[in-house]
């Protein structure tokens, strides 16, 4: 299971975007680089695992690159099929990228909880 925190952290870099005002989180398309404002405990922990690397950082705001953004990608994207399809996560084992395959998931499955509708919803696994 993945924790409220991390889920929330990955779920902010999914919704990012270059031109979405609402997002705590920019994404430049052409540089693939994520800017924001992140809890640094968690930003660290996964930087020791390997997931992340840091830019630069200026004050508050950090620039960062998902190592293997490709197969977290489509990591991500499976898990929130499979989330939509009703499976369960048997198939995080044989995926890439097992972490990412399961945050998709449980992302896809607490978006689902909300009352909020998904229309318009803008994220790279929806």
Not at 76 to 95: H, I, P, T
Request: net charge negative; glycine share 6%.
């Amino acid at each position: 299971m993945i924790s409220k925190k991390v889920r929330e952290l990955f779920a902010s870099l999914m919704e990012a975007t270059n031109n979405n005002a609402t997002s705590m989180v920019k994404f430049d398309p052409e540089t693939e680089i994520y800017s924001g404002t992140f809890n640094v405990t968690l930003l660290n922990k996964f930087i020791h695992e390997g997931v992340f690397e840091i830019v630069d950082s200026h004050g508050d705001t950090t620039n960062l690159l998902i190592n293997n953004r490709d197969d977290f990608l489509s990591g991500f994207a499976s898990g929130v099929n499979e989330a939509k399809l009703g499976r369960d996560q048997y198939y995080a084992d044989y995926n890439a990228n097992p972490f990412a395959f399961s945050v998709g998931y449980e992302h896809f499955l607490y978006m689902n909880k909300k009352p909020k509708k998904l229309e318009d919803y803008d994220c790279h696994g929806f």
